[in-house]
């Protein structure tokens, strides 16, 4: 069993950044590939980026465009997401999910474990 807790979220202004922090435990994430999605209240949610411990895998959604990049910290069991370049749009609750699977299949793989979610709020 693995516990999720995301933090980091919180008010920018556009263009700003922001680092969200997805926190493990119960075991290491190693064995997982990590997930960050998002959703806005009355729309489905949407993924934002996947990257797997596991097999090196990776996938990035298309409104990225390289403002997001998913990294880790080992030591802590923690997945960061850091995000720049930020617009009204990205504003949404984030959530970090741990699953199996290739990150190619990203749409379509069991994410088995998921956090919380945090708020992040992109106005001026």
């Known amino acids: 069993q693995v516990q999720l807790v995301e933090s980091g979220g919180g008010l920018v202004q556009p263009g700003g950044s922001l680092r969200l922090s997805c926190s493990a435990s119960g075991s290491t994430l190693d064995y997982y590939a990590i997930g960050w999605f998002r959703q806005v209240p009355g729309k489905e949610r949407e993924g934002v980026l996947c990257?797997?411990?596991?097999?090196?895998?990776?996938y990035d959604a298309h409104f990225v465009k390289g403002r997001f990049t998913i990294s880790g910290d080992n030591a802590k069991n923690t997945v960061y997401l850091q995000m720049h370049s930020l617009k009204a749009e990205d504003t949404a609750v984030y959530y970090c999910?741990?699953?199996?699977?290739?990150?190619?299949?990203?749409?379509?793989?069991?994410?088995?474990?998921w956090g919380q979610g945090t708020q992040v709020t992109v106005s001026s």
């Open positions: 999910a741990a699953g199996a699977g290739p990150c190619s299949d990203f749409s379509s793989m069991p994410w088995y474990y």
């Open positions: 990257k797997s411990l596991s097999d090196g895998s990776a």
